[in-house]
Nanobody
Framework: QVQLVESGGGLVQAGGSLRLSCAAS????????MGWFRQAPGKEREFVAC????????YYTNSVKGRFTISRDNAQNTVYLQMNSLKLDDTAVYYC??????????????????WGQGTQVTVSS
């Protein structure tokens, strides 16, 4: 079993920055893909960013391109989401996810096997 623990959320003013972390633990961690998703109140969970663990393209939803950056530290089994120029619409619970298969779209929530508990990001005016 793999456990994912997010941290780094908080309250920030519009235009500010936050960096989210997702630490993986448990059995040998060797995902096929990792992603960040978010869910605002009353809305469905939506894709934010993802990448294939062993290389390949990085993907972002259009609304965060140029502002958010997904990265990783292989040695620490940690994935990061650097969020700059935050907007009110970025307010949501942010979730980290890991998937193990090479089948399916890594931009869809139902691809992923493991999820963290989420971390709240609130952007104020």
């Amino acid at each position: 079993q793999v456990q994912l623990v997010e941290s780094g959320g908080g309250l920030v003013q519009a235009g500010g920055s936050l960096r989210l972390s997702c630490a993986a633990s448990g059995r040998t961690f060797n995902p096929y893909a990792m992603g960040w998703f978010r869910q605002a109140p009353g809305k469905e969970r939506e894709f934010v960013a993802c990448f294939k663990w062993n290389g390949g393209n990085t993907y972002y939803t259009n609304s965060v391109k140029g502002r958010f950056t997904i990265s990783r530290d292989n040695a620490q089994n940690t994935v990061y989401l650097q969020m700059n120029s935050l907007k009110l619409d970025d307010t949501a619970v942010y979730y980290c996810a890991a998937g193990e298969t090479d089948y399916g779209s890594i931009r869809l929530p139902n691809y992923y096997n493991y999820w963290g508990q989420g971390t709240q990001v609130t952007v104020s005016s």
